[in-house]
T-cell receptor
């Protein structure tokens, strides 16, 4: 059973556009929601993370929006750049067991110049 | 300041052989996590270890898979009698204390191919 569902599977955006990736979860015990970025041949790298006590977190061009009642969260990449082309994974977990995360299936983002 | 180091990067085994994957956590980190990534899928948790202790192995297949993190040396993920379905990328991650405000750092992974 997929604990975290992610969409879309792939996304093509023009340079300067906004990339939006969505995730949904079922387990209300989750209290930590990170996004990871992965380039080919590399391990995932933490991009940004949010806890359910806030509805939005912004770091540079990256923003997480969190809807606790809907059990959904999304990643917005503003002013998307070709260098943002990568696979993005959302994840969920409990802060008390930080390393035990449930990942979505990933979104392959391609930003055209 | 080396990150999480995994070796080998690529490992080819024939069915029935053993595979040993190594992970050296970041300096100062004593908590190690192993994840498996199948094609077109996200990462799936396998096991969580501290030095000399297995803390959570709920994601490990019951047979053929084992993991250790000895007092000295890297963490080892061992797969005995490999089958084609074991072909995947195996990632190791580490944290210093496993606490709630820490970042999880991943290595670059070992790509296991079973012929």
């Amino acid at each position: 059973q997929q604990q975290v569902k992610q969409s879309p599977q792939s996304l093509i955006v023009q340079k300067g556009g906004i990339s939006i990736i969505n995730c949904a979860y079922e387990n209300t015990a989750f209290d930590y929601f990170p996004w990871y970025q992965q380039f080919p041949g590399k391990g995932p790298a933490l991009l940004i993370a949010i806890r359910p006590d806030v509805s939005e977190k912004k770091e540079g061009r990256f923003t997480i929006s969190f809807n606790k009642s809907a059990k959904q969260f999304s990643l917005h990449i503003m002013d998307s750049q070709p260098g943002d082309s990568a696979t993005y994974f959302c994840a969920a977990g409990r802060g008390s067991t930080l390393g035990r995360l449930y990942f979505g299936r990933g979104t392959q983002l391609t930003v055209w110049p | 300041n080396a990150g999480v180091m995994q070796n080998p990067r690529h490992l080819v085994r024939r069915r029935g052989q053993e595979a040993r994957l190594r992970c050296s956590p970041m300096k100062g980190h004593s908590h190690v996590y192993w994840y498996r990534q199948l094609p077109e899928e996200g990462l799936k948790f396998m096991v969580y270890l501290q030095k000399e202790n297995i803390i959570d192995e709920s994601g490990m297949p019951k047979e053929r898979f084992s993991a250790e993190f000895p007092k000295e040396g890297p963490s080892i993920l061992r797969i005995q009698q490999v089958v084609r379905g074991d072909s995947a990328a195996y990632f190791c991650a580490s944290t210093a204390t496993g606490g709630t405000n820490e970042k999880l750092f991943f290595g670059s992974g070992t790509q296991l191919s079973v012929l």
